[in-house]
């Protein structure tokens, strides 16, 4: 077997999570001497070839007049401004209210864009020619599987996107021990879902890849699929993972900078709490909500640091409060004493890697599923986002603060970090990528068996 560089593509879906697990991974493979490709959407120029990577980035729907700064670059802001404008309305719906007029039109969005990328992708894969293909998307793009090198898929949104008929239905926010709403939700989505999955699933087949898996949108991998999710938090006994699956337990990248802490939170007094709060780029655009949040904590004898997001000029913290526009988490949340989250999978993970205790504030997606599975384990707190009161922050904040259950928290951070998720990940892209170079050298001249 070779011990040459691979080329490894990485396609994220455009959004922080999954974009950053990537690089977690890709830092790692780039570290061990490979060419690292990412296949990122447009607005990503520039930010991925600062970190060492190759960008062949790729347009998801066409080109609009968009605003730009002073260097002509794109205002990732207005994009985050004018989501939460259009749809904040609907994160105060029930989840299974959701199903219609938030989750149907998001996936259809994401079905055209698959759409439409699909000629560009082809146009990239015979320009890169990698030796593995990893995905980490919530929809398929047939290019990746027909592009004749292995294909992998990571899973960095949530457990319960690998179905099973004794788990809650995924994006219900629906607890493991009552079942008497899971029927109706599955009901609900098979009704608002199966004819937009049904055409996307025709169009994919069309394309030369393999059909669909029921009513999903992204297909597993024969060759390896990686799960980021802790074992500690998973739903372990319920639904066992099959051989391709490899549990990462956790995968925090390392190429965030140091965050220092202002001597305003880090000299505070005893008793006091240091807090981190961070309702990720999309809760964070959310302005009323924020200030609502800023108003309540700001009245505890607590410290804060709060990631304030592409708003942060429409509010003020309060006198107990230190934040910035984006902050590097994964040198601060080591920091902190708990976070304060919107339950998105990527800051889920990283408090349970570093120990931390949660209060969670879920707005949409699989938020409320991590939500609900940190609460009924007691690794967190879940509140209401919109109707809670000061009274319930209050005693969300008595319960998260438990020596007892920071203890907890602690050792199970521990044990998450000493799997090592973030190279055991890596090692294993490359482990494909070096047996599919392998098998393709072996057979290459044999009389019927095409070279990859």
Request: aromatic residues 8%; contains cysteine; charged residues 25%.
């Amino acid at each position: 077997m070779t011990n040459s560089p691979m080329t490894i593509l990485f396609m994220p879906e455009s959004a922080y999570g999954p974009t950053n697990q990537c690089i977690g991974l890709g830092d790692v493979l780039l570290r061990q001497g490979h060419r690292v490709v990412f296949a990122a959407e447009a607005s990503w120029k520039g930010k991925l070839e600062a970190l060492g990577f190759e960008e062949d980035l790729v347009d998801l729907a066409p080109p609009t007049e968009t605003a730009e700064d002073e260097a002509g670059e794109q205002d990732a802001g207005k994009f985050w401004k004018d989501f939460i404008r259009d749809t904040a309305s609907e994160f105060r719906k029930p989840t299974v209210d959701q199903l219609e007029t938030f989750m149907k039109p998001t996936w259809q969005a994401l079905i055209e864009g698959s759409h439409y990328c699909e000629p560009q992708l082809k146009t990239i894969l015979d320009r890169v020619r990698p030796d593995v293909i990893v995905e980490d998307n919530v929809i398929a793009f047939p290019a990746l599987l027909t592009a004749g090198v292995p294909y992998l898929r990571i899973v960095s949104c949530n457990p319960l996107e690998i179905p099973g008929q004794d788990l809650p239905p995924a994006y219900s926010g629906l607890p493991v021990g009552d079942r008497s709403e899971w029927a109706s939700f599955r009901a609900e989505y098979d009704r608002t879902h199966r004819r937009i999955w049904e055409a996307f699933n025709t169009w994919v087949v069309e394309q030369g890849a393999p059909p669909l898996p029921e009513l999903e949108f992204v297909h597993t991998s024969v060759h390896a699929n990686l799960y980021v999710f802790p074992e500690e938090a998973d739903y372990t006994s319920s639904r066992p993972l099959g051989s391709t699956w490899h549990r990462l337990n956790s995968s925090v990248r390392q190429t965030d900078q140091v965050y220092e802490l202002p001597a305003e939170v880090r000299d505070r007094p005893a008793g006091s709490a240091l807090i981190y709060l961070s309702l990720g780029s999309l809760g964070s655009s959310d302005v009323d909500l924020m200030r609502r949040l800023v108003d309540v904590l700001g009245r505890t004898p607590h410290r804060y640091v709060v990631s304030m997001g592409p708003q942060h000029s429409e509010y003020e913290l309060a006198a107990n409060m230190v934040g910035a526009e984006f902050l590097p988490q994964t040198t601060l949340i080591p920091q902190v004493d708990v976070v304060i989250t919107h339950g998105g999978n990527n800051t889920t993970t990283k408090s349970l890697h570093f120990g931390k205790p949660m209060i969670l504030l879920p707005l949409f997606w699989d938020q409320y599923d991590n939500a609900q599975r940190m609460h009924e384990l007691g690794f967190g707190v879940r509140l209401a986002t919109y109707e809670f009161t000061e009274k319930d922050m209050g005693s969300a904040l008595a319960t998260v603060l438990d020596p007892e259950l920071r203890q907890r928290l602690t050792r199970i951070g521990e044990r998450v970090r000493a799997r090592d998720g973030l190279h055991r990940g890596a090692d294993i892209i490359e482990s494909v990528a070096r047996e599919h170079v392998a098998s393709a050298s072996a057979h290459a001249g044999t009389p019927g068996i095409p070279s990859a």
